[in-house]
Every structure is written in structure tokens, then in C-alpha cells.
């Protein structure tokens, strides 16, 4: 366990945020920090093949150590954190054996932890919990999967009585502003089939996201003095208001859980003249998710044509990028892989949690690559913000459940 917690809190004491307005890979230069770090450890506990690229990714090699032929896997997560809320100066709070109660993160600024809010805590009473001082985020999303992966690496090196294949792990940059599968390279990594231990609470199993888009819709309007305005002035923020009320009431984040897909607005800029909204679609249907994208289009077509006259041009622009698709589709066809992680976990004690992602990991865009990728808890909860948590135990079993695939892999 304390293993474990040394190497968790060096790697979330680094502060490794990332850039969504950086053109750069990575997208910061503190990034590079934890890169070069661990690379020297894989060098040091003795992987081979230890690399990394001008882009930051890191990529090893444990060999296979049985005579048979093996399936080459891989263990994937991202170095980086989140911008939602800063990764600088974090200062992690060590909770042993956790009685159930409030924690109190930062008496100063009365933050505090609360199982009444946070109701999953009373799932780790008796464990050790590593917490924020709340005033950063702690960073377990992906730090913990790091974590986990460096000590099964290590726990096999050690332990050469445990037969495995060929194992290759690769830590990533900018997964958190959506591009840390962008320059992975899928032929060097050399896995026939790789798993991301990117999720959350303990026993979650994750072979399905959303599909993913986002849109950029922009509004004109006619500037006009008020007091003369009748029949002539066209507010552009009103027009943006109107084209939001179009859309399903319900089908927002705020509304909609389990495979419920959803439109959400998540920017709002403008004057009189132009406005412009930003929306994300999520759907993990691929022909609903079509026909979400369809009906922006059409909503926006409509208010082209009522003020085609009044306007005299498209009063109504439409961007609309993919983003990421539903691994499912690749997934599928190699199903035994998701059943392999589902029996480790069965294995060590763990209930599978198989249910859909809210979102997307590294995985769903490698399954397009051709490394397909399912998604393995890492343990914590609460990612992105002040209350973010990891339990000790959890990570100890993710890195068991690592070794448990390796070893069952050997075995099929």
C-alpha cells in the first residue's frame, strides 16, 4: 500500500494540465515533466524498448517470458489533467481507515468532503482514501491508471513465476482536450489488442461511449436605433435563444443518464449583430446520433428560410465536426477480450460494473485505429474538481486486475 501511495502522490504533485487552446503536442510544456519521469522508472524497474516521441508519448515493452505464442497486449493511460479546474500545487491528504464521516478538505474555506453529497464514499468506509486539500484537483483521472499499470509491470518483473505474453504499455498526452489518441502510433505500439485504465469506482468495465460531435452555429442580426427599430432590427442573441428552445427540452446532460443521448450548450458568445453557440452532441446510437446532427441542420434551414426576405442571405451558419464514435462497433468482433478483463475481475473478488460511457476515454478512438480498447476502473471518483478521491484498496486491485489479464491471456 504505501508503495502505491509514494508513487501516486510523486506522480500528482507534477502538475501536467493541459492547453484546449494550444496547437502544440503536448499541449503544454509541464507535460513533458511526468513524461521524462517515466521513462527513466520504466528504464530503471527494467522494461525494454522504453521510448518517447517528439509528441510526448511513452511507450515500453515487458517481454513475454512462455515459449508459446501469445497475444501481444497493451495498457494505456494519460499523463495529463484536466483545465476544468488548475493541477498546480496539488497536496494530497492521506484519510486512513475512512469511519464514514465528513472530511474536512480545507477548514479555512470550509470545503468539505460529504458522504450525504457524495454518497459513494460509504463504499470505502475502513479503507485509506487519498483526497484534495480543496483547492486543486488531486488528479487520480488518469494518474492513478498510470499508477496501477507501473506497479503490475513492476509486480511481474519481480514475480517471473507469473507467465505472461509480450506486454506493451504507452502513457499519452492531451487526452483530456480530446487528442491524446491523435498521434498514437498504433503499428509501433504492436498490440493486437490494448485496454485503458481510465475509469472510475472499482469493478466499472467499459466497452461502449458515446458518439461525438460538436457544433458551431453562428447568428446574424441588423443593428437598428430602439426607438426606430419595428420591422427592422434582428437580434442575433434572441435569434440564438429561439434556435435553443427548438431543440428537445429533456435531452440535455441535466436530464438524460444511462444510454440517453443529449444536446448541451456549453457556449454562449454574442452582441446584436452575431452570436455564436456552441453545442456538443452525444448519442450512443449511431443513427440517432445522425439524426441529432440532421436536425441542427434543420433547425437551421428553417430559420433561414423565415428571414430569407427580411435578412437577404443565411441568417444562420452551421459547423458541425465528429469528435470520436462508439468503440462498440469495434469492439464487438473480439469480444473475448472484454470477457478476459470481466473474468480477472471475478477472479480477484471484483464485481463487473459493465455499463456505457458518458463520454470518451483514448480506447474509443484507438478502436478506429485498429487497436481495440476497452476501458478499465483506475479508482477514483469525483474527477475534474475540488472533490475528487481515489481509495488506496482500488488501485491495489486495478493493478491485480492488470497482472490477472496478463496472466489469463498466457493462459487462452
Same mark, same amino acid.
Given at each position: 500500500?504505501?508503495?502505491i501511495?509514494?508513487?501516486?502522490?510523486?506522480?500528482?504533485?507534477?502538475?501536467?494540465?493541459?492547453?484546449?487552446?494550444?496547437?502544440?503536442?503536448?499541449?503544454?510544456?509541464?507535460?513533458?515533466?511526468?513524461?521524462?519521469?517515466?521513462?527513466?522508472?520504466?528504464?530503471?524497474?527494467?522494461?525494454?524498448?522504453?521510448?518517447?516521441?517528439?509528441?510526448?508519448?511513452?511507450?515500453?515493452?515487458?517481454?513475454?517470458?512462455?515459449?508459446?505464442?501469445?497475444?501481444?497486449?497493451?495498457?494505456?493511460?494519460?499523463?495529463?489533467?484536466?483545465?476544468?479546474?488548475?493541477?498546480?500545487?496539488?497536496?494530497?491528504?492521506?484519510?486512513?481507515?475512512?469511519?464514514?464521516?465528513?472530511?474536512?478538505?480545507?477548514?479555512?474555506? %470550509?470545503?468539505? =468532503?460529504?458522504? *450525504?453529497? &457524495?454518497?459513494?464514499? !460509504?463504499?470505502?468506509?475502513?479503507?485509506?482514501?487519498? +483526497? $484534495?486539500?480543496?483547492?486543486?484537483?488531486?488528479?487520480?483521472?488518469d494518474?492513478?491508471?498510470?499508477?496501477?499499470?507501473?506497479?503490475?509491470?513492476?509486480?511481474?518483473?519481480?514475480?517471473?513465476?507469473?507467465?505472461?505474453?509480450?506486454?506493451?504499455?504507452?502513457?499519452?498526452p492531451?487526452e483530456?482536450i480530446?487528442?491524446?489518441?491523435?498521434?498514437?502510433?498504433?503499428?509501433?505500439?504492436?498490440?493486437?489488442?490494448?485496454?485503458?485504465?481510465?475509469?472510475?469506482?472499482?469493478?466499472?468495465?467499459?466497452?461502449?461511449?458515446?458518439?461525438?460531435?460538436?457544433?458551431?452555429?453562428?447568428?446574424?442580426?441588423?443593428?437598428?436605433?430602439?426607438?426606430?427599430?419595428?420591422?427592422?432590427?434582428? %437580434?442575433?442573441? =434572441?435569434?440564438? *435563444?429561439? &434556435?435553443?428552445?427548438? !431543440?428537445?427540452?429533456?435531452?440535455?446532460?441535466?436530464? +438524460? $443518464?444511462?444510454?440517453?443521448?443529449?444536446?448541451?450548450v456549453?457556449?454562449?458568445?454574442?452582441?446584436?449583430?452575431?452570436?455564436?453557440?456552441?453545442?456538443?452532441?452525444?448519442?450512443?446510437d449511431?443513427?440517432?446520433?445522425?439524426?441529432?446532427?440532421?436536425?441542427?441542420?434543420?433547425?437551421?434551414?428553417?430559420?433561414?428560410?423565415?428571414?430569407?426576405?427580411?435578412?437577404?442571405?443565411?441568417?444562420?451558419?452551421?459547423?458541425?465536426?465528429?469528435?470520436?464514435f462508439?468503440?462498440?462497433?469495434?469492439?464487438?468482433?473480439?469480444?473475448?477480450?472484454?470477457?478476459?478483463?470481466?473474468?480477472a475481475?471475478?477472479?480477484?473478488?471484483?464485481?463487473?460494473?459493465?455499463?456505457?460511457?458518458?463520454?470518451?476515454?483514448?480506447?474509443?478512438?484507438?478502436?478506429?485505429?485498429?487497436?481495440?480498447?476497452?476501458?478499465?476502473?483506475?479508482?477514483?471518483?469525483?474527477?475534474?474538481?475540488?472533490?475528487?478521491?481515489?481509495?488506496?484498496?482500488?488501485?491495489?486491485?486495478?493493478?491485480?486486475?492488470?497482472?490477472?489479464?496478463?496472466?489469463l491471456?498466457?493462459?487462452?
Open positions: 500500500m504505501q508503495k501511495i509514494d508513487r501516486f502522490v510523486s506522480y500528482v504533485t507534477i502538475d501536467t494540465e493541459s492547453d484546449p487552446n494550444s496547437t502544440t503536442t503536448p499541449s503544454t510544456e509541464k507535460q513533458w515533466n511526468l513524461a521524462n519521469k517515466l521513462v527513466d522508472e520504466l528504464k530503471a524497474m527494467g522494461m525494454e524498448d522504453v521510448t518517447i516521441d517528439e509528441n510526448a508519448y511513452v511507450m515500453a515493452t515487458l517481454p513475454s517470458n512462455v515459449e508459446h505464442d501469445v497475444p501481444t497486449i497493451g495498457f494505456v493511460a494519460h499523463f495529463d489533467t484536466t483545465p476544468d479546474f488548475t493541477g498546480a500545487n496539488v497536496n494530497p491528504q492521506i484519510i486512513e481507515n475512512y469511519d464514514g464521516k465528513d472530511i474536512v478538505l480545507n477548514a479555512e474555506q %470550509n470545503i468539505i =468532503l460529504s458522504p *450525504s453529497y &457524495f454518497e459513494d464514499l !460509504l463504499l470505502y468506509k475502513g479503507q485509506t482514501l487519498i +483526497t $484534495t486539500d480543496g483547492t486543486t484537483l488531486l488528479g487520480a483521472d494518474k492513478a491508471g498510470i499508477t496501477e499499470i507501473m506497479e503490475a509491470m513492476d509486480y511481474l518483473i519481480q514475480h517471473p513465476e507469473i507467465k505472461h505474453g509480450k506486454i506493451r504499455v504507452g502513457f499519452t492531451d483530456e480530446g487528442r491524446g489518441a491523435h498521434k498514437f502510433d498504433v503499428a509501433k505500439f504492436g498490440a493486437d489488442w490494448a485496454y485503458t485504465m481510465d475509469g472510475s469506482q472499482i469493478g466499472e468495465l467499459e466497452y461502449e461511449n458515446f458518439n461525438a460531435a460538436g457544433a458551431k452555429v453562428t447568428f446574424k442580426g441588423k443593428s437598428v436605433h430602439p426607438g426606430y427599430a419595428k420591422g427592422k432590427m434582428i %437580434n442575433s442573441m =434572441l435569434l440564438a *435563444s429561439q &434556435f435553443i428552445a427548438e !431543440l428537445p427540452a429533456n435531452e440535455v446532460p441535466e436530464k +438524460t $443518464t444511462g444510454y440517453e443521448g443529449f444536446f448541451h456549453h457556449t454562449l458568445e454574442g452582441s446584436l449583430e452575431e452570436t455564436t453557440v456552441g453545442f456538443i452532441i452525444r448519442d450512443h449511431r443513427a440517432k446520433f445522425e439524426a441529432r446532427k440532421e436536425l441542427i441542420h434543420t433547425i437551421a434551414d428553417k430559420f433561414n428560410k423565415d428571414y430569407a426576405k427580411q435578412f437577404g442571405e443565411d441568417i444562420c451558419t452551421v459547423e458541425i465536426k465528429d469528435q470520436y462508439n468503440m462498440r462497433e469495434k469492439v464487438e468482433p473480439v469480444f473475448h477480450i472484454v470477457e478476459i478483463a470481466e473474468k475481475m471475478k477472479e480477484l473478488g471484483i464485481e463487473p460494473i459493465i455499463k456505457p460511457i458518458r463520454g470518451g476515454t483514448d480506447g474509443s478512438q484507438l478502436s478506429y485505429m485498429g487497436l481495440p480498447c476497452p476501458n478499465i476502473f483506475a479508482g477514483g471518483h469525483n474527477f475534474h474538481g475540488k472533490y475528487e478521491y481515489v481509495p488506496v484498496e482500488s488501485m491495489i486491485k486495478a493493478t491485480e486486475v492488470i497482472v490477472k489479464i496478463a496472466e491471456t498466457a493462459k487462452k
